[in-house]
């Protein structure tokens, strides 16, 4: 089965400063894969998925991004995070569709300061 | 209006009681649903998938209507151990959309 990795698991950053996360997929090849951020008290909200290698749509226009170099690596980066940047980031992953929901990774809280 | 909307609750209830809320969904489409578990300051965790003819898995039940486009859960017999919020989840084409989600705290 599929094993999602992310890291750091928190990640305190000043304003204006630089964000790159990574999720890497174990177990599996050709995965779905999601970033989601959610925010204190909110829900989740998805910020980008990838089918495969290269490929990245973006759900929100924002300040980030998204890359996949690799089948089974996903990042998240950002050049100059704002305060409203802060959250938690969730990283989710599925092979084929999603119709049997899909697993994430333990997340990163991201606070910027 | 939201694509998933839930009561945020929360629900307190003691041990042993039956708890039950509900979630809507916008999209008459969409074409799976789950209810995902997710604990203070942890990510997500699936709890069971929806189907049309409602399921059972232990004490959980879940049933789907889409002519109203609702999903229920129930929980029997509450634990301590089921406190935490409950994401209702609807999936469209490769993607998940998730509810803020509904608190339920169970107590001694």
């Known amino acids: 089965s599929q094993t999602i990795h992310q890291w750091p698991a928190t990640l305190v950053q000043p304003v204006g400063s630089p964000l790159s996360l990574e999720c890497t997929v174990e177990?599996?090849?050709?995965?779905?894969l999601y970033w989601y951020r959610q925010a204190a008290g909110r829900g989740l909200q998805l910020l980008f998925y990838?089918?495969?290698?290269?490929?990245i749509s973006s759900e929100v226009p924002q300040n980030l991004s998204a890359s996949r170099p690799q089948d089974r690596q996903f990042i998240l980066s950002s050049k100059k995070l704002l305060l409203s940047d802060s959250g938690f980031y969730l990283c989710?992953?599925?092979?084929?569709?999603?119709?049997?929901?899909?697993?994430f990774g333990s997340g990163t809280r991201l606070t910027v300061v | 209006r939201k694509e998933v909307e839930q009561d945020p609750g929360p629900f307190n209830v003691p041990e042993g009681a039956t708890v039950a809320f509900n979630c809507t969904y916008s999209?008459?489409?969409?074409?799976?649903f789950f209810w995902y578990r997710q604990d203070c300051r942890k990510e997500p965790k699936l709890l069971m998938s929806?189907?049309?003819s409602g399921n059972e898995d232990g004490r959980f039940t879940a049933q789907l209507n889409r002519a109203s486009q609702y999903i229920s859960l129930l929980i029997r017999d509450s634990k301590l151990s089921d406190s935490a919020t409950y994401l209702c989840?609807?999936?469209?084409?490769?993607?998940?959309?998730f509810g803020a989600g509904t608190t339920v705290t169970v107590r001694a």
């Open positions: 989710g992953g599925v092979v084929g569709g999603a119709w049997n929901g899909y697993t």
């Open positions: 177990g599996t090849s050709n995965p779905n």
């Open positions: 990838s089918v495969g290698i290269g490929q």
């Open positions: 999209n008459s489409a969409s074409q799976s």
């Open positions: 929806v189907y049309s």
């Open positions: 989840v609807v999936n469209n084409d490769y993607k998940l959309s």
